[in-house]
T-cell receptor, first 111, second 115 residues
Framework: DQQVKQNSPSLSVQEGRISILNCDYTNSMFDYFLWYKKYPAEGPTFLISISSIKDKNEDGRFTVFLNKSAKHLSLHIVPSQPGDSAVYFCAARWSNYKLTFGKGTLLTVNP | DSGVTQTPKHLITATGQRVTLRCSPRSGDLSVYWYQQSLDQGLQFLIQYYNGEERAKGNILERFSAQQFPDLHSELNLSSLELGDSALYFC??????????????FGPGTRLTVL
């Protein structure tokens, strides 16, 4: 049973445009959500997070939106840059500290 | 560089064998997490240790075990290896000194290939 789902395995956008990566979850007990970015041959790196008591968190070009009623979160990257090309993982935490990850979305930003 | 180190980087072995993966957390981090990433799968949480003690368990097989030593480094032992155990194994660490979420920092991973 996959509690965190990233339904788009890949996404391709043009440099300078907006990238929107989506994530759905099923467990209403999740209280913290995170996005990780992963380049080939490297471990995932933390990008941005949001608490379940908020609906938006912004950090530079990256904004995460949380819609609790729809159990949906999204990551917006504006403007997209070629260096943003990577696999993006959505993750969710329940109070027992462990993170549940989605399968990832491969973002390709074309120059 | 996250500050988390994992050795070895690559490991090739045969079915039925046993291997040990090693992880050194960031300086000051008390928690170590182990994850498995198989082909077409997201990161699957295996197990967490906090200051030497097991804190949380995920989808870890009975053939797998882990421990965290007094110097806080951790080892993941995989035994009776099967072809399906071929995967990337990541270690992550975090401070976990309070009840609020602490970011997990990931190591570069160990790629295990079972032939």
């Amino acid at each position: 049973d996959q509690q965190v789902k990233q339904n788009s395995p890949s996404l391709s956008v043009q440099e300078g445009r907006i990238s929107i990566l989506n994530c759905d979850y099923t467990n209403s007990m999740f209280d913290y959500f995170l996005w990780y970015k992963k380049y080939p041959a490297e471990g995932p790196t933390f990008l941005i997070s949001i608490s379940s008591i908020k609906d938006k968190n912004e950090d530079g070009r990256f904004t995460v939106f949380l819609n609790k009623s729809a159990k949906h979160l999204s990551l917006h990257i504006v403007p997209s840059q070629p260096g943003d090309s990577a696999v993006y993982f959505c993750a969710a935490r329940w109070s027992n500290y462990k993170l549940t990850f989605g399968k990832g979305t491969l973002l390709t930003v074309n120059p | 560089d996250s500050g988390v180190t994992q050795t070895p980087k690559h490991l090739i072995t045969a079915t039925g064998q046993r291997v040990t993966l090693r992880c050194s957390p960031r300086s000051g981090d008390l928690s170590v997490y182990w994850y498995q990433q198989s082909l077409d799968q997201g990161l699957q949480f295996l197990i967490q240790y906090y200051n030497g003690e097991e804190r949380a368990k995920g989808n870890i097989l009975e053939r797998f075990s882990a421990q965290q030593f007094p110097d806080l480094h951790s080892e993941l032992n995989l035994s009776s290896l099967e072809l399906g155990d071929s995967a990337l194994y990541f270690c992550a660490s975090s401070i976990d000194r309070d009840v609020y979420y602490n970011e997990q920092f990931f190591g570069p991973g160990t790629r295990l290939t079972v032939l």
